[in-house]
């Protein structure tokens, strides 16, 4: 490795002193490191792993009632608030008065917002309290209520905030105020007791009536329903008023309120045959389950036939995954029932491919399938049966194009939905679906790389980049030197096997330092794995591929010319194979022709020089390859003098200079393939390809010193290469 370096610094050290300014040539990089460590599983997204599985019931949550809270004052006296701060505090007060000391422990000490009543507002009582000892927030909040509630303050909680209130209340009775609503305004103190009509949202009046007169033995509070509103109305006093309030908010409430529920999907049972194999087994171990809207129990559970599906209510979270559970057992295909009694219909949505293809892979593997496809017919047989297809077809029939059928199993492809039905059993169904699961995965994207390039050889270099890689010692594998391979026609040239894709890179670098590379193209296709993608940039030449004389006409004859038009430009054809370890198969054709003058022939056409690669190879992800030994030599054959006296016959050669030169150049192809196996990966590639237009604008727009070297610039890898 550090041979490689200083080689590599050597070569551009002796540029910069050496050689004039050239142009900059810039190698493309690697879009990220080679993955050496790949196994080939795929890591499922957050939106892949929400999906729901297809081989079992499927749940899903069911719509709840929030529940109400009443916007009365509550007594409480357990209750504990949040307090702001955990900071122990100490308090000593003497003869302060009731108002004073609630403000001073509960708003300076505690922190808290509260509301005093205006009836003790004017309280003339004093307080004393001494603790020695800090206390803590919760200390000290219970304390400060039990000397409260000697003076007869009460604490209630009114929309979360703390309000104070005397404990008892004797009133002396005055007329009474109506108040229709469900929010208790600050009433009067001269208008007390009051009337109180309290709308019902979920319940009947006579219920709530009832429950109240059970629970309110007392004289003081007087019921009436009033059943056009379906309200109650109350009468007393304020406190059992408020209280009562309270209840009928507590009470009109949905019977379901506060449960947990699901809704159940079975697979290969009825909702109603679920429902009672689900209750026999809970039921026996010991739940109360019940079925029904107006039941009672700590399960409820009911079917819906019309949807086949079960929904089950329970009052803990840990008891409905417990029915989940069961349900995934109960759920299952029975291989004691009668085949043709059991045939049903399954639905199953092809999500990740196309449902065509997964019905010509599994139709071999059911036994005695018979496939029947649409077949072509003759023009006259489809004119003829046209009208019986119509009718037997109505419009919105969707269009099935493929089934295979052995004797009561069909699987049929709803292309317009890329869907599968499948009639049979749920027994065969059940071996059937794991199977298309697994089939049914997302293809994997492969983004080719190919960095096509020419280079100028010397005398030295006999053998081109053969013996520039021998000379870097990289490491690689050759397919074969030069010497030997050039013999053959069959072969295309040098075949050199690069994993790491820096050293590639400083192979290439060798060249671009003394200016004898040319980047020709540097095409990057995307393409599924399996199919084929074809890359083209270049232009249509017209060529003339025959000529002939037309004879008929009594004059002169006339010369008939057929002409095609040729591609020329930068071709590129790939059809990569990923297999499950990332490693790729890859057929790649690359073409790289230009048109030039005809000196071969008298026909007016241009010649086309073509110079290409085709070949096939396996390579990892992210690891490259080198495709070379195409070697081309052009003689350059030329005279300069003076005019007229260096075209006389042999006393010209005194006058003028002939010239002759060979330009030896070789055509190499870098191919490196990079697995795109989900979503983050794509955009990652797609970040590395914005990064690097980026640094690319950057040295466009950045102007040149004149008398200045310019070195040419070897774009270094966008992240660490990652060793295998």
């Not at 006296?77 to 001073?104: C, G, M, R, W």
């Not at 003759?378 to 009208?387: E, G, I």
């Not at 466009?700 to 008398?707: E, H, L, R, W, Y």
């Amino acid at each position: 490795m550090v041979k490689h370096i200083l080689l590599f610094s050597y070569l551009l050290l002796l540029t910069a002193c050496v050689l004039p300014p050239a142009s900059d040539v810039k190698i493309p990089t690697p879009l990220r490191a080679p993955n050496m460590g790949r196994t080939g599983e795929i890591s499922a997204t957050p939106a892949e792993e929400k999906k729901q599985e297809l081989g079992s019931a499927r749940f899903q949550s069911t719509p709840t009632y929030a529940l109400s809270l009443s916007s009365h004052g509550e007594v409480v006296k357990d209750y504990v608030p949040v307090f702001p701060h955990t900071n122990p505090s100490q308090i000593s007060v003497e003869a302060l008065p009731l108002p004073t000391f609630i403000n001073e422990v509960y708003g300076n000490l505690l922190g808290l917002s509260f509301d005093i009543d205006a009836s003790l507002q004017t309280k003339k009582d004093l307080v004393t309290l001494r603790v020695v000892e800090p206390q803590t927030p919760v200390q000290l909040y219970k304390l400060a209520n039990q000397v409260l509630e000697n003076y007869g303050v009460g604490l209630a909680l009114q929309d979360n905030l703390l309000r104070f209130v005397p404990a008892a209340s004797n009133i002396n009775p005055v007329p009474p105020l109506l108040v229709t609503g469900t929010t208790l305004p600050s009433v009067p103190i001269s208008h007390r007791p009051i009337f109180q009509v309290v709308p019902l949202k979920v319940l009947r009046n006579t219920q709530i009536a009832n429950w109240l007169r059970q629970i309110y033995n007392n004289p003081k509070l007087q019921m009436l329903e009033d059943p056009e509103r379906n309200a109650i109305v109350l009468l007393g006093t304020p406190e059992l008023i408020r209280n009562a309030v309270n209840i009928i908010g507590f009470l009109d409430q949905p019977f379901m309120r506060s449960r947990h529920s699901v809704r159940i999907e079975p697979v290969f049972l009825s909702a109603e045959d679920l429902n009672i194999q689900l209750t026999n087994v809970l039921a026996s171990e010991g739940f109360a389950v019940t079925g029904g809207a107006s039941a009672g129990g700590s399960i409820i559970m009911f079917p819906l036939k019309a949807s086949n599906a079960l929904i089950a209510f329970a009052n803990d979270e840990t008891v409905i995954e417990h029915i989940k559970q069961w349900v995934k057992t109960l759920d299952a295909p029975n291989s004691n029932a009668n085949k043709k009694e059991g045939d049903s219909l399954f639905f199953y949505p092809v999500q990740n491919t196309q449902a065509e293809n997964l019905s010509k892979v599994l139709s071999p593997l059911l036994d005695g399938v018979i496939a029947s496809t649409t077949s072509q017919t003759s023009p006259a047989s489809t004119t003829a049966n046209d009208q019986t297809n119509k009718s037997a077809n109505p419009a919105n029939v969707p269009n099935i194009t493929n089934s295979t059928t052995t004797n009561s199993r069909r699987l049929v492809v709803d292309t317009n939905r890329n869907a599968l039905l499948y009639q049979g059993t749920a027994e065969s169904w059940a071996y059937l679906l794991p199977i298309l699961k697994q089939m049914d995965q997302p293809p994997k994207l492969t983004l080719i790389e190919v960095t096509l390039a020419e280079v100028t050889l010397n005398d030295q270099e006999q053998f081109g980049i053969e013996w520039l890689a021998k000379g870097l010692d990289l490491g690689g594998s050759l397919g074969g030197t030069l010497s030997t391979m050039a013999l053959s026609p069959t072969t295309s040239g040098l075949t050199y096997t690069i994993d790491n894709a820096g050293q590639t890179r400083a192979l290439l670098g060798a060249f671009a330092s003394n200016s004898r590379i040319s980047i020709l193209s540097s095409p990057r296709v995307m393409v599924k794995s399996g199919e084929s993608a074809t890359i083209n940039v270049g232009t249509e030449v017209p060529i003339v591929t025959s000529q002939s004389s037309d004879s008929s006409q009594q004059s002169d004859s006339t010369i008939l010319q057929q002409i095609q038009y040729r591609t020329t430009g930068v071709l590129l054809t790939v059809k990569p194979i990923v297999h499950a370890g990332n490693r790729i198969d890859l057929d790649i054709k690359q073409e790289v022709s230009n048109a030039t003058t005809n000196e071969f022939s008298g026909i007016d056409s241009p010649s086309i020089l073509n110079r290409s690669i085709t070949t096939k190879l396996t390579l990892n992800d992210g690891g490259s390859v080198l495709l070379g030994g195409l070697i081309s030599n052009n003689n350059n054959v030329g005279n300069s003098g003076v005019p007229v006296l260096k075209d006389i016959p042999i006393v010209g050669s005194l006058f003028k200079t002939e010239s002759s030169s060979v330009e030896r150049t070789e055509l190499i192809a870098i191919i490196v393939p990079y697995v795109i196996n989900n979503d983050s990966e794509a955009q990652e590639i797609t970040q590395s390809f914005r990064e690097r237009l980026s640094v690319e604008t950057q040295n466009v727009s950045s102007p040149i010193m004149p008398n200045t070297t310019v070195v040419p610039n070897i774009i270094q890898p966008l992240r660490q290469e990652i060793k295998p």
